[in-house]
């Protein structure tokens, strides 16, 4: 009862959208976003400031804009990172298999029992900084679910007819691994990476919120809420709703196009 | 079988946990300066080598790190997490007086998502391509892209500040007498995030293993006997769940996750807010404990799990495979 394969369109072009605006959004932003008018504080959205301004009178749309750089930036420096050492990891794992996986497994095991946010927030604790630090942290902690992946697709090639073919005609290691089966996860990788990038939004974003991600004077979508925080208090809804509206539709298009694919694959997440 | 089968689950659980403590204190030991600069603080200028020294000696500084290791292990299974470095207190007493808030907090969500859930996901798994089916697919998808804290401050927005009916933070009302009643009417908004952001993921995950079940041959065979479709369900439900709880096991830590960003927003005491505190203000005794305290009872609840799925696959119980 699988449904024919249809290409999200609409979600991709909405993604490659917000995209596009935040790399340019120094170019696009109406407002330096830093700029502070205090004749203009807590101004509700209106035909200058189309998002309103915050509590030192900066443009809240082009905050926005800035802000999301910093958002996918950090999430596409770590997803980067965590897939390389899913992958690693995950295939070692896999293909030696017997005492090395078990000892893998049971480590991947502690993990993956203590949520991922508490270890990100340890590791914040020891070494709180820059956004490439954070990008850092995030990668390294990130990774858990690939590397299940990717070890039970090798698990599954490694037994299948070309690789032992592969093997018998003594195929270098390195081939087999990186042309046989590595290649062969690709697809399932491309999904799970798909995932992780949602995910790792997520993290960026709640750890901005609790205060303890990028530095609150850089605009993220995170740290915008922190601040929004109190600024519902003196009736400024629209500091509330727009930083996580902005941060709702990425993750939904990210997630849409994520299912779409894990559908047309084989892989199960 | 059952025993054997539960020992070693038993045994895995604890490699897992001696794996987190290991992870806690390493975390910990590579944090920039150590417990004896951060005892001396200020009066670094003053104090000569010697005394340093000797205090060093006194936190036990001077062994190797893994004696360090074992030492806090061994204090630690007796209860003895040291002391908090800010407020002086035992960290076990900040833990244990936090513990229960979250517990309910936790307890609570996860009761309400999966009576909810198995609910939702049967209705729409049974009846396949109606409006319910499709709608439930479109709010797990909706729902797990909603950053729970942004729906907190929605919520806050709506309940707590335009129509006054809620509170937006605390556990109970200063003025109040701090009962029951009091409690479940604190706890009302903090709940409805957590159990909003995962409702639809569970709901859809049982969904779809009711709709697998429902195509496979014992049900058809059931039908064309004239079973009742009353009993058909009861069978599919039976048979669906089984992944179903595998999956909430699997999840639990993210509930864990969830509720740090939760009770932060509500100014809910318990081991989340904690947690965020201890990272804020450096206080590395509490957030060790706090790390540990959330593993041992990640691992409870995977046992629990374990033991559920037991009673609930007969397959298990008679000595098949695991």
């Known amino acids: 009862m699988r449904t024919q394969r249809k290409y999200p369109l609409f979600w991709i072009v909405l993604l490659a959208l917000i995209f596009t605006t935040t790399i340019f959004s120094s170019l696009l932003a109406p407002f330096e976003p830093n700029a502070m008018d205090m004749n203009q504080i807590y101004k509700a959205p209106n035909a200058t400031h189309l998002l309103g301004t915050d509590q030192l009178g900066r443009d809240v749309l082009s905050r926005l804009l800035v802000g999301g750089k910093v958002t996918l930036f950090i999430a596409i420096i770590s997803v980067v990172l965590s897939s390389i050492i899913g992958i690693i990891y995950g295939g070692i794992s896999g293909y030696f298999g017997g005492a090395i996986d078990a000892v893998m497994m049971r480590i991947l095991e502690a993990f993956l029992t203590i949520p991922s946010l508490v270890i990100v927030l340890a590791l914040q604790a020891i070494m709180q900084g820059s956004v490439w630090r954070m ?9 858990f679910v690939t590397a299940r992946i990717v070890r039970s697709e090798f698990i599954r090639l490694k037994e299948l007819e070309f690789v032992q073919m592969a093997k018998m005609f003594r195929t270098p290691l390195w081939k087999i691994l990186f042309g046989h089966l590595l290649r062969n996860c690709i697809p399932a990788i491309f999904v799970v990476t798909i995932f992780n990038f949602a995910g790792a939004i997520f993290t960026e974003v709640s750890l901005s919120f609790l205060g303890i991600g990028v530095p609150p004077a850089t605009p993220s979508w995170g740290t915008m809420l922190y601040t929004a925080q109190n600024d519902l208090l003196v009736g400024a809804w629209w500091m509330g709703l727009f930083p996580g509206l902005f941060i709702f539709v990425t993750i939904l298009c990210v997630q849409v196009i994520g299912g779409t694919f894990k559908q047309g694959g084989r892989s199960h997440i | 079988m059952i025993a054997k089968w539960l020992g070693k689950r038993v045994i895995m659980g604890t490699i897992v946990l001696i794996i987190v403590s290991f992870l806690s204190f390493f975390m910990m030991h590579a944090a920039p300066g150590n417990p004896a600069t951060a005892y001396y603080g200020g009066n670094a200028q003053t104090l000569t080598t010697g005394e340093k020294e000797r205090i060093e000696q006194a936190f036990g500084l001077d062994k190797p790190v893994l004696f360090q290791y074992g030492t806090w292990l061994g204090e630690a299974l007796q209860g003895n997490l040291g002391y908090s470095a800010k407020e002086g207190r035992p960290v076990s007493t900040i833990l244990l007086e936090r513990l229960p808030n979250t517990l309910q907090l936790i307890v609570l969500t996860l009761f309400l998502v999966t009576i909810t859930s198995i609910w939702l996901g049967l209705q729409a798994g049974m009846k396949e391509g109606s409006l319910l089916d499709r709608g439930l697919s479109i709010f797990s998808i909706a729902s797990s892209a909603i950053p729970p804290f942004w729906l907190g401050i929605l919520f806050i927005m709506v309940f707590s500040i335009t129509l006054g009916w809620l509170p937006s933070s605390g556990m109970n009302d200063v003025r109040g007498d701090g009962g029951l009643v009091d409690r479940l ?10 159990v909003i952001s995962h409702v639809g993921i569970f709901a859809r995950f049982l969904q779809d293993s009711v709709k697998v079940e429902n195509h496979s041959y014992y049900v058809q065979v059931a039908r064309a006997n004239g079973v ?11 048979n669906a769940v089984i992944p179903y709880i595998n999956y909430v096991g699997v999840t639990i830590p993210s509930f864990f996750g969830g509720s740090i960003v939760v009770e932060t927003l509500f100014s809910w005491s318990g081991l989340g807010q904690l947690l965020v505190k201890s990272v804020m203000v450096k206080d590395f005794p509490v957030l060790m404990g706090a790390i540990l305290i959330i593993g041992v009872v990640v691992v409870i609840c995977l046992f629990i799990i374990d033991v559920l799925m037991i009673c609930l696959n007969p397959r298990l119980r008679r000595g098949g495979f695991v």
């Open chain 1, 135 to 143: 990008a850092m942290i995030m990668g390294v902690t990130g990774w």
């Open chain 2, 185 to 194: 009417y604190h706890m009302v908004l903090p709940l409805t995030v957590l």
């Open chain 2, 228 to 238: 009742s479709e009353r009993e058909i369900r009861s069978m599919i439900l039976r």
